[in-house]
């Protein structure tokens, strides 16, 4: 029946509501190439989200004297507090592309709601795409106060390419530290301008007129 509905276990319609299957997505998010965690960190204000890359055995660059290195996760950004709730619309259009490996829709997007969003114990499967341009988003806007700039950064990173968002994510977290704040600032710059510029209100209503 699932499959003549078109419908797959992981979310289920109901009547004004979707059912989320947590335990697939739990399993999912343990071999996904990202993970996104809705969680609490004591000096974070909620909610928080954070954003871990997998590193495969084969690639990790630690293994040394290790007799059977697994696979390791990366924090590479958190978005917490208000920014979360400013940017909800970017966080469900990326979320919205999250496909299982048959194509099949997560429907990630419906946790993220008012309510959604106070979980604390949720891992979400993401895929590299999905995976780049969240953790890409992330690590850009840290520092940022103003919620219109860190809404302009993520509905500017949604529409990477994935090939654009891995670039750029790996230049952002290049182990130079120069290089990295470099790729930082530089891209910061061109995607929302500096603070005060009150261009930005002008080119973020824009993107919001097309959705």
Excluded at 11 to 31: C, F, S, T, V, Y
Excluded at 52 to 77: F, M, S, Y
Excluded at 99 to 118: A, C, H
Excluded at 133 to 147: H, I, M, N, P, S
Aim: hydrophobic share 35%; charged share 30%; glycine share 6%.
């Amino acid at each position: 029946m699932a499959a003549e509905s078109g419908q797959t276990n992981y979310a289920r319609q109901k009547p004004g509501k979707a059912h989320i299957d947590e335990a697939n997505l739990q399993r999912l998010a343990k071999k996904s190439p990202y993970t996104l965690r809705l969680t609490r960190q004591k000096k974070l204000t909620p909610p928080v989200m954070v954003i871990k890359e997998r590193i495969a055995p084969e690639d990790r660059d630690d293994i040394e004297g290790l007799t059977n290195p697994r696979a390791k996760h990366v924090e590479r950004g958190v978005l917490h507090g208000e920014s979360v709730r400013a940017c909800l619309p970017v966080l469900k259009r990326i979320l919205e592309e999250v496909k299982d490996d048959q194509g099949i829709s997560l429907n990630l997007e419906k946790l993220m709601t008012p309510e959604g969003i106070k979980r604390s114990d949720l891992n979400l499967p993401l895929d590299e795409a999905a995976g780049a341009r969240l953790a890409l988003f992330f690590r850009l806007q840290t520092k940022v106060k103003d919620t219109d700039r860190i809404e302009l950064i993520g509905r500017r990173v949604a529409m990477f390419s994935r090939e654009e968002a891995v670039y750029w994510l790996a230049n952002v977290t290049t182990s130079d530290p120069a290089l990295r704040s470099w790729a930082i600032s530089g891209l910061r710059m061109m995607l929302c301008g500096e603070s005060g510029d009150k261009r930005t209100t002008r080119i973020l209503e824009r993107l919001r007129a097309r959705g």
